[in-house]
């Protein structure tokens, strides 16, 4: 009997691993499970990848030079086709992922001029980061949305922490 649930339980996991997508209501940011991001979606037979781009800046701050600044990650959704991205698509949470630390945060609300050539991507920028080492490698993990209710989690492996000196 226990080989059946356990036979069933794998099953029913491989089965949600394969799931991109969900059309239910988005859970709470806290209660996702990263393990199920992937490193290119599909979403309305268009792929998607995901780039980013982090740095901390080590300018010594002019109140308290003993402050740290945090880090900044700045990333973007791009179309695999180069052809121009939906309106629909935008991303609305990130993870940074170094061993076994997670860091969650929210993208920042400012609006940024949009590059003619760059009209494949989509570009948010968090604030706030942690306090990694610069030089270090992070994963990074975004949530996606479709513009249907459906939510998709991207990421991309192995990113450097730069730094601005």
């Known amino acids: 009997m226990k080989a059946l649930y356990l036979s069933i339980y794998v099953m029913l996991f491989a089965w949600v691993g394969t799931c991109q997508a969900t059309e239910h209501t988005l859970p709470a940011v806290g209660t996702m499970d990263?393990?199920?991001?992937?490193?290119?979606?599909?979403?309305?037979?268009?792929?998607?990848?995901?780039q980013a781009d982090m740095w901390r800046n080590r300018i010594p701050r002019r109140e308290d030079?003993?402050?740290?600044?945090?880090?900044?990650?700045?990333?973007?959704?791009?179309?695999?086709?180069?052809?121009?991205?939906?309106?629909?698509?935008?991303?609305?949470?990130?993870?940074l992922i170094q061993g076994g630390d997670i860091w969650q945060g929210e993208f920042s609300d400012e609006v940024r001029l949009k590059d003619p050539a760059r009209r494949h991507q989509y570009e948010r920028i968090a604030r706030e980061g942690p306090l990694w080492k610069p030089g270090s490698s992070v994963d990074v993990i975004v949530r996606v949305l479709d513009g249907k209710g459906r939510y998709y989690l991207l990421r991309v492996n192995n990113q450097r922490i730069k730094v601005v000196f």
């Open 34 to 50: 990263l393990s199920l991001a992937q490193e290119q979606i599909s979403i309305d037979g268009r792929d998607y990848r995901l």
């Open 65 to 95: 030079p003993s402050l740290q600044r945090p880090m900044l990650v700045l990333i973007w959704v791009s179309a695999v086709d180069k052809d121009p991205i939906s309106d629909d698509i935008h991303a609305d949470s990130v993870w």
